[in-house]
């Protein structure tokens, strides 16, 4: 099974500024990567798969990068609905799919 | 539009069976484009995968190996639901569960693993 891991756990950022958050996976997963983002009380919502391909209706201020076992998300000037916490899962080995931990994004 | 829509007791004893029907609306669950998956998270955790169902036809299942000597998912196609059952439940089962659609099977039968729908989730407490 592919562990995944992020980091930060807790990243602290001002609006309008950058974020970046990391995401590492033990073993390559090429580029099946997809990122999500959860705020409270809600489900999580597919922002980006392939590792960079935006899902429907997510603003172009998000972005993802990467292959083989290491990925970024960066969301480029952070709006207040961006604070929430952030989940990237693999699927190259699958079953299972495997997420990871996440990263809280809150506000400096 | 899809939407996915949870249901189900929100209170299990331990030892029972959780059952859980994740109804869809605006696509078919039988149609062979997407799997339909389950994946939990427990308070102030992350999320875990359950495990899916595809149908095309004859329904193709798989379980987390964590978790496959007690859980099945099923497909009723007269209702457009796939349902989740949990047997032998404990405490360590307390969690929101989501029902999600994903992965999707491409025109080109690539599949790709991403959940791009979720249900808005239940909350579902094991206790006595």
């Known amino acids: 099974e592919i562990v995944m891991t992020q980091s930060p756990a807790t990243l602290s950022v001002s609006p309008g500024e950058r974020a970046t958050l990391s995401c590492r996976a033990s073993q390559s997963v090429n580029s099946n990567l997809a990122w999500y983002q959860q705020k409270p009380g809600q489900a999580p919502r597919l922002l980006i798969y392939g590792a960079s391909t935006r899902a429907t209706g997510i603003p172009a201020r998000f972005s993802g990068s990467g292959s083989g076992t290491e990925f970024t998300l960066t969301i480029s000037s952070l709006q207040s609905e961006d604070f929430a916490v952030y989940y990237c899962q693999q699927y190259n080995n699958w079953p299972p799919f495997t997420f990871g931990q996440g990263t809280k994004l809150e506000i400096k | ?128």
């Open chain 2, 1 to 128: 539009q899809v939407q996915l829509q949870e249901s189900g007791p929100g209170l299990v004893k331990p030892s029972e069976t959780l059952s859980l029907p994740c109804t869809v609306s605006g696509a078919s669950v039988s149609s062979g484009s997407y799997y339909w998956s389950w994946i939990r998270q427990p308070p102030g955790k992350g999320l875990e995968y359950i495990g899916y169902i595809y149908y095309s036809g004859i329904g193709s299942t798989n379980y987390s190996p964590s978790l496959k000597t007690r859980v099945t998912i099923s497909v009723d196609t007269s209702k457009n639901q796939f349902s989740l059952k949990l047997s032998s439940v404990t405490a360590a089962d307390t969690a929101v569960y989501y029902c999600a659609r994903g992965p999707r099977v491409t025109f080109g039968g690539v599949i790709v693993g991403a959940f791009d729908i979720w249900g808005q989730g239940t909350m579902v407490t094991v206790s006595s």
